[in-house]
């Protein structure tokens, strides 16, 4: 997003067109999912809190619902750009279909900062949005979800304005919405705690001990902070961080040898997952620049920020300890550096399977809600590592047995299923 030299969209249409090949798909199933189903851009008037009007430039796209409603969150991005959103949307259609959910994929954005916004001004751009899509998005046919910098309460104000525009209550129409205001418990770990359940098998696989093994990380909002938490349960030790510095414009990278103290770096970490540098400082950290996350001497690398951060100019400096990378993130390795890292035999973990706990755990709230009935964290967790655990094996049985890279053989399945899906609606 924050590159303008680089585009998403062309980087999931090059990922698509090489799985393409490999499924040597017909020429009109090519055509159908090289690109999205459906995109609006609506602008978004608000009434800001010193009295004059500001217009925000909003989006959705829903790239392919052959399997089921279209599904993704809504980002909230200074620098957010359609076609951000366009790559965003396909990658929730392959995401939703290699966890074999009965969904789609779509994806949503404004541009703008919530860290200049009040409150006030926020809830009237999420209540903008849904007035500007809702008689294009629903329960039946697209699901939001939080993202980068929205959250639970923005998904109830815009609940809120969508039932208050349809007249009814209608709580599948968005999920992450707050626990009590069906929202499912569970759902803020399952992304961190889904990279984790697939970095347990991945070691299982490489046949390392969880106990003895190091990561580090990029970023360290929910994504992280939850993977960080469930990778020290099963053993692991997390010793570098980073995140974004507002003040200073960059990001700083956070280092502890002994291991990062997930509670102690929680309570000097503002709501949008920046970890203050001079308290970091005092609590003994190591402030480093913000790439030398990405150099550390670990079996583990969790990109879990931002799209487009391993690249062909810093991908060499992965240390030779790196045997998994979990990309938490959606898009974190551009396709030049992805074959350095197939290459070095790094078992790599792609983000459509790693981070797809997120939408597994929202499927489960869509489920519960339409229920109006609610599990408790346990089974939604046993359920969703049940999930997880199984399209990770999937994915290796199928690497393994076709000596695919783990992207390409997740990228096989899920292209597979979608275009079998519309092949037999009769769409291509
Ligand atoms: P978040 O807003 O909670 O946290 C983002 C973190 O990244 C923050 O700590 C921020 O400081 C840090 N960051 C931003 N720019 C950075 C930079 N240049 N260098 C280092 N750190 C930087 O977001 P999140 O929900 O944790 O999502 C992170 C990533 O995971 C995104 O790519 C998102 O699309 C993806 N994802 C999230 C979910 C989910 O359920 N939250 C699900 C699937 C995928």
């Not at 939703?96 to 006030?120: E, Q």
């Not at 104000?157 to 209608?170: H, N, P, S």
């Amino acid at each position: 997003m924050a590159d303008r030299s680089y585009n998403a969209f062309e980087m999931a249409q090059s990922q698509f067109d090489k799985v393409a090949d490999q499924l040597d798909l017909d020429e009109a199933t090519r055509d159908l999912l090289r690109y999205n189903a459906r995109e609006y851009h609506v602008s978004i008037p608000v009434r800001m809190d010193d009295g004059s009007f500001k217009v925000f430039r909003g989006y959705r796209v829903q790239h392919n619902d052959s399997r089921g409603p279209a599904k993704g969150g809504i980002r909230f991005h200074p620098m957010e750009t359609i076609d951000t959103v366009r790559a965003l949307a396909m990658w929730m259609t392959w995401k939703t279909a290699v966890v074999d959910i009965p969904l789609g994929g779509g994806k949503g954005g404004v541009i703008c900062d919530p860290h200049n916004l009040s409150m006030r001004e926020q809830e009237q751009i999420c209540r903008g949005w849904v007035r500007q899509l809702s008689r294009d998005m629903g329960p039946v046919n697209d699901i939001p979800a939080p993202d980068v910098m929205t959250n639970a309460q923005h998904m109830l104000w815009m609940l809120d304005e969508f039932e208050t525009l349809r007249g009814e209550r209608l709580p599948g129409f968005i999920t992450g919405k707050p626990v009590g205001m069906g929202g499912s418990l569970g759902r803020t770990e399952a992304t961190g705690y889904g990279v984790i359940f697939t970095v347990r098998e991945a070691l299982k696989a490489l046949d390392i001990p969880p106990a003895k093994t190091t990561a580090s990380i990029q970023g360290f909002g929910n994504v992280a902070q939850y993977a960080i938490e469930l990778f020290n349960r099963i053993g692991g030790k997390t010793i570098c961080v980073s995140s974004w510095d507002q003040k200073d414009q960059t990001s700083y990278s956070f280092k502890k040898s002994s291991g990062v103290d997930l509670d102690e770096l929680r309570g000097i970490t503002d709501r949008f997952g920046g970890i203050d540098k001079d308290k970091a400082k005092g609590l003994g950290y190591e402030v480093l620049p913000g790439e030398a996350w990405i150099e550390q001497k670990v079996d583990i690398l969790i990109p879990a920020a931002l799209e487009h951060q391993i690249t062909k100019e810093n991908v060499s400096k992965i240390n030779d300890s790196v045997k998994i990378i979990a990309e938490g993130a959606n898009g974190p390795t551009t396709p030049e550096a992805d074959e350095v890292i197939s290459k070095r035999g790094i078992f790599m973990i792609p983000d459509l399977l790693a981070n797809a706990g997120g939408v597994t755990c929202s499927y489960f709230e869509q489920v519960q809600s339409n229920m109006n009935y609610f599990w408790d964290k346990d089974e939604v967790l046993g359920k969703l590592d049940s999930k997880m655990t199984s399209a990770f094996n999937a994915v290796s049985e199928l690497a393994e047995k076709r000596k695919l890279y783990m992207r390409d053989a997740a990228y096989v399945i899920a292209i597979g299923r979608v275009a079998q899906a519309s092949k037999d609606r009769g769409w291509v």
